[in-house]
Every structure is written in structure tokens, then in C-alpha cells.
């Protein structure tokens, strides 16, 4: 008897693990969807998705995209894997950058396969730029949002950027802020500038680490919010945040 009990157990746990080893690939929802401004089709041009996974069973998967050059749509779809094993039932959020490589220029309608959230995505044309950027950006590592409170009570949201210059003749000259709040997402553009004051010959490599703050325009409206910064390497950094924390 103890040994039909102990085969249907060791039975149990196979299919467990088994199971747990060949998780299903399965759509999840996504609570927001981000289209930064800014890009032009000389950019790896980003969009974001932004919610929460059910349970602790899911893994984040690669999302699936569908770019559609003639219809100018793109259709996105956040996918996980769930793992039949014990879980915690509480929600595990998450933020996706969807790279959509180099694109045309052009206005794209960006949807999620259940058709349930939209944006539109504006790619600029870059053609009559000398170099690859605007701006000479700074070159940014990481971004992060702060909630402050003043002394009269009120909450200051700002963007506190790190990053690391690598010439003793570069300077962080200023952050340009665009607000888009009007679909969600807000604008910096770190501008760096080179020390013409000092001749070429005495400017040196010197990685030296920088740490800069700007305070993120007045959000009347609650809700997630992406803070998109752009850098030096041709990367952006995109930063979700919630107005209500």
C-alpha cells in the first residue's frame, strides 16, 4: 500500500516539474502603451509598454511586433510565460522597451492586438541633419523619478540623471524639457558642450561620473507617465512613473 502511495506521489511531482518545465507562452494584458516624441528614421525608434504580470507563475517574453509600412500601423503584443507550479497571487509589474529598429518617417498608429489601447507614433525625417543627433546628448547611464515635498506641503516630481563624461573639455550645458503630458509621456534632452575656451591640445580622457537633476512639468491629470531621456550612445532611457506616489 505505502508503495502504490509513494509511486503516485513521485507520479505527481513529475508531472509538476514537468509541467513547470514546459511553460505555456501566452498574450498578457499591458495597462499603458507609450509612444516617446522625438525620433526620426535615423533613431532605433522605441515604444513602451507598461503593466502588471497576474501572479508570480508568469515570465516576462519577448513582446511580438507588427510593423506595416504601408498601412503605417504597428501592432504590439506583450507575451509571458506561465509556469504550472505554486504561485503568490499578487500582481508583478512591469516595463517593456519595444526597439522597432530604424523606421521610415512618418505618423504610425500604434495598437495593442486587443485594440484595446492606441497611440500615435511620429518618426521625423532626418535626412538634413549633419550627424547622427540633434543635439550632442549627454551620455546618460541612468534615470530615475524622485517625489519631493515642499515646505508648503506640495509634491515636486524630479529626474534625477547619472551618467559619465569622458573628456575633460565636455560639459553638461543644459536639459531641455518637452511636455507631452497630453499623451503621457515626458521629454529631456541632456545637451552637452565642448569647452571652446580651451585649446584641443589640452583636453584629456577623464572618466569622471555626473549627477543632474530637473523638475518634471506639473501633472493635473493622475495616471503612469514615461520620463524618456535621450543619450550620447544613441540609446534612451525610459522611465515609467505613477503621478499619484
Do not use: W
Not at 54 to 68: F, G, H, I, K
Amino acid at each position: 500500500m505505502k508503495s502504490k502511495t509513494l509511486v503516485s506521489v513521485i507520479g505527481l511531482l513529475s508531472a509538476v516539474v514537468c509541467s513547470a518545465a514546459n511553460p505555456r507562452l501566452i498574450p498578457v494584458e499591458s495597462r499603458s502603451l507609450f509612444a516617446p516624441v522625438g525620433f526620426d528614421d535615423n533613431d532605433e525608434v522605441q515604444i513602451v509598454l507598461d503593466g502588471y504580470l497576474p501572479d508570480t507563475c508568469y515570465r516576462l517574453a519577448s513582446p511580438q511586433v507588427e510593423v506595416n509600412m504601408m498601412a503605417r500601423q504597428i501592432v504590439v503584443q506583450q507575451m509571458a510565460y506561465l509556469f504550472s507550479t505554486v504561485c503568490f497571487d499578487m500582481t508583478v509589474p512591469y516595463t517593456t522597451v519595444v526597439s522597432l529598429g530604424r523606421i521610415h518617417d512618418g505618423e504610425y498608429a500604434v495598437v495593442t492586438r486587443d485594440g484595446r489601447l492606441i497611440r500615435s507614433l511620429r518618426v521625423k525625417d532626418g535626412g538634413a541633419q549633419i550627424g547622427p543627433d540633434e543635439f550632442l546628448y549627454a551620455p546618460i547611464d541612468s534615470a530615475r523619478v524622485e517625489y519631493r515635498k515642499g515646505s508648503s506641503g506640495g509634491l515636486t516630481r524630479m529626474a534625477v540623471l547619472e551618467g559619465r563624461v569622458t573628456s575633460s573639455c565636455m560639459r553638461l550645458k543644459d536639459i531641455k524639457v518637452f511636455d507631452h503630458l497630453a499623451t503621457g509621456t515626458v521629454e529631456m534632452l541632456p545637451i552637452m558642450a565642448i569647452d571652446s575656451l580651451r585649446a584641443r591640445e589640452e583636453c584629456h580622457t577623464a572618466e569622471r561620473p555626473f549627477k543632474v537633476e530637473a523638475p518634471i512639468p506639473p501633472i493635473t491629470v493622475e495616471g503612469r507617465y514615461l520620463l524618456h531621456v535621450r543619450s550620447l550612445n544613441g540609446a534612451s532611457l525610459n522611465v515609467v512613473f505613477d503621478s499619484r506616489e
